[in-house]
Nanobody, 119 residues
Framework: QVQLVESGGGLVQPGGSLRLSCVAS????????MAWHRQAPGKQRELVAR???????DYSDSVKGRFTISRDNAKNTVYLQMHSLKPEDTAVYYC?????????????WGQGTQVTVSS
């Protein structure tokens, strides 16, 4: 049974920081591309950052320079360090695991963690 469990969300003031964690189980973590997505109320889910199994990292333009994605394959965990948070970063943040190396895409999602940036 595959599980992705996010934690670390909460309420933070503008300019503050949070670190999200996502622990995966039931997959060969090192072979998966790991990513963080977010969905704000009334908006589509969007990619925030991705750390592929081969070590390539991408960020959305809206978070570049403020957010850092990292992964610890020994702990089956991917992190999202968020600095200089803005009200527009408010959203449910979802962890995602993609296996793309062979065959059709295999994709898993976590349940999400709420991040609220407000004074």
């Amino acid at each position: 049974q595959v599980q992705l469990v996010e934690s670390g969300g909460g309420l933070v003031q503008p300019g503050g920081s949070l670190r999200l964690s996502c622990v995966a189980s039931g997959i060969l973590f090192g072979l998966y591309d790991m990513a963080w997505h977010r969905q704000a109320p009334g908006k589509q889910r969007e990619l925030v950052a991705r750390f592929t199994s081969l070590g390539h990292i991408d960020y959305s333009d809206s978070v570049k320079g403020r957010f850092t994605i990292s992964r610890d394959n020994a702990k089956n965990t991917v992190y999202l360090q968020m600095h200089s948070l803005k009200p527009e970063d408010t959203a449910v943040y979802y962890c995602n695991a993609d296996f793309t190396r062979t065959g059709p895409l295999v994709r898993y999602w976590g349940q999400g963690t709420q991040v609220t940036v407000s004074s």
